[in-house]
């Protein structure tokens, strides 16, 4: 099982670029989520779905947008990037019962 | 904004002792409350949730939860030094089924 995939894991970008970080579930999960984790801190929640098609803004959703085009699939794109978004990036989704989250690995995030 | 709120530490604990982790939140209508560790470079993995006041074990892991007093505690036995990690609290949002609210996390240190 491949659970949450997420690419890329490092990436250092220049500030004023942009970039999606790609996220796949396998397990047919309506819910899925992006967090990021700056360093020594717990997790902020960006972008949440709920579904296909619907996605809601988080806690610090400023500078980022999502898109939930299938069940599997919910990418971040990041958009003239600052060095306030270098972090770690978490997406997740969540069983049924919704008890249990399943994160992906991680992708880390530096922009200079 | 809905607050989760843990001391940072580090905590420091000989092996064989009993690790004690603190939990507050503020909203009251939070219904669910989850313990997660996190090793350094990792992603976090679930270790227990609990939604009953009282004690609930599993191993040598014991959640605690008090609604009234809006605190949730983990409390790990016979310490080893594969614990060494950062132990976040989260909790479910009690007004929004799957949103959930993370703390910035106690990192423990068990010395051999």
């Known amino acids: 099982n491949a659970g949450v995939t997420q690419t890329p894991k490092f990436r250092i970008l220049k500030i004023g670029q942009s970039m999606t970080l790609q996220c796949t579930q396998d397990m047919n999960h309506n819910y899925m989520y992006w967090y990021r984790q700056d360093p020594g801190m717990g997790l902020k929640l960006i972008y949440y779905s709920v579904g296909a098609g619907i996605t809601d803004k988080g806690e610090v959703p400023n500078g980022y947008n999502v898109s939930r085009s299938t069940t599997e699939d919910f990418p971040l794109r990041l958009e003239l990037a600052a060095p306030s978004q270098t972090s770690v990036y978490f997406c997740a989704s969540i069983t049924g019962s919704g008890n249990t989250i399943y994160f992906g690995e991680g992708s880390w995030l530096t922009v200079v | 904004q809905k607050e989760v709120e843990q001391n940072s530490g580090p905590l420091s604990v000989p092996e064989g002792a009993i690790a004690s982790l603190n939990c507050t939140y503020s909203d009251r209508g939070s219904q669910s409350f989850f313990w997660y560790r996190q090793y350094s470079g990792k992603s976090p993995e679930l270790i227990m949730f609990i939604y009953s006041n009282g004690d609930k074990e599993d191993g040598r892991f014991t959640a605690q939860l008090n609604k009234a007093s809006q605190y949730v505690s983990l409390l790990i036995r016979d310490s080893q030094p594969s614990d060494s990690a950062t132990y976040l609290c989260?909790?479910?949002?009690?007004?929004?089924?799957?949103?959930?609210?993370f703390g910035s996390g106690t990192k423990l240190n068990v010395k051999p």
């Open positions: 989260a909790v479910k949002e009690g007004d929004n089924f799957n949103k959930f609210y």
